[in-house]
């Protein structure tokens, strides 16, 4: 079997962090979360990194991360650009942000021939996740639509300085999804959890709920049927296609209910660690410090590499 790639989506504005958070050093000698992820990915046996970006990042995106892994693997760059849509559709001129996650997969589809994960560039999944859905990658069936999603415990990917959207998943006693919904609103409240899809009305979820953090496996099969569900994305929200998310969660959700695909829960102990906010990365370059002091990483992080 063909070695899996990895698909690292680095097109999202991060409006909420106030910048191009995906080039923020968080390292002891300025590594990025990137460089963690891609270096945590290698040892795992993914062989090709494909970076979606887009067109405005592009200079500093291949000056400041391009450069360094470019040098340690195969390096394709995809860009997510609002008129990838199919045939008799036209962006509204009001839109001004990529279309989502699953859109964001989609523009892959010309540069994927073997599975792959698929992953933020802003989140820290930890080496153990790489290794668990890179195993799944080289067993599955490339054109067969059996994908995997690995699950982090809720409690463990919040952040103290705001809200963050989770993904809600459920699955049965085979460790398939039988569900999954995003949680657009997501926050600590006291000593327990709340969630909310409208601002308005909060409902509890418990800590240890199972929630997808965005790191999937997915075979070339995946394309057609994201296109097909992007088309009934586009007809569904036709009146509000300037704000409308076309989003992995609720498309992989949408096929499992269809019993288009099946997708395996892949647990995992990894550490994860996001930034969301800009308060958050202290706390993210603290831990990568702990782990980089117990030997996990060289420091600098590509020492071993040159």
């Known amino acids: 079997m063909p070695a899996p790639t990895l698909v690292v989506m680095a097109a999202g504005i991060g409006s909420r962090y106030g910048g191009l958070k995906q080039i923020d050093p968080v390292g002891p000698h300025g590594e990025l979360i990137i460089d963690y992820s891609v270096y945590d ?17 592009e200079e500093v995106f291949r000056a400041r991360v391009g450069r360094t892994i470019e040098a340690r693997a195969e390096v394709r760059y995809v860009f997510q650009e609002l008129s990838d849509l199919p045939a008799g559709y036209e962006p509204p001129s009001t839109r001004r942000k990529p279309w989502g996650t699953a859109h964001a997969v989609l523009c892959c589809r010309h540069a994927v021939s073997t599975p792959f994960a698929a992953i933020n560039a802003d989140d820290f999944y930890g080496r153990e996740a790489f290794a668990v859905l890179a195993e799944h990658l080289r067993r599955v069936k490339p054109q067969a639509a059996d994908y995997a999603l690995v699950g982090y415990r809720l409690a463990n990917t919040l952040s103290e300085h705001g809200y963050v959207s989770r993904a809600e998943c459920r699955m049965n006693a085979d460790g398939y999804l039988t569900d999954v919904r995003e949680r657009l609103r997501v926050e600590r409240r006291g000593e327990g959890i709340v969630y909310s899809d409208d601002g308005e009305q909060w409902t509890p979820i418990p800590g240890d709920t199972l929630v997808s953090m965005n790191m999937w496996g997915f075979t070339p099969a995946v394309f057609p049927a994201l296109e097909t569900h992007f088309i009934r994305f586009l007809d569904a929200n036709a009146d509000r296609l300037d704000k409308a998310e076309f989003l992995l969660p609720n498309v992989v959700g949408d096929m499992v209910r269809a019993g288009e695909a099946r997708v395996r829960v892949l647990p995992t102990t990894a550490h994860w660690f996001g930034v969301t906010y800009q308060e958050d990365r202290p706390r993210v370059q603290a831990a990568i410090r702990a782990l980089t002091a117990q030997g996990l990483y060289p420091s600098p992080l590509w020492e071993a590499e040159r």
Request: zero cysteines; proline letters at 0%.
């Open 41 to 57: 990915a290698l040892q795992a046996g993914f062989a090709t990194i494909i970076f979606l970006i887009r067109h405005d990042i």
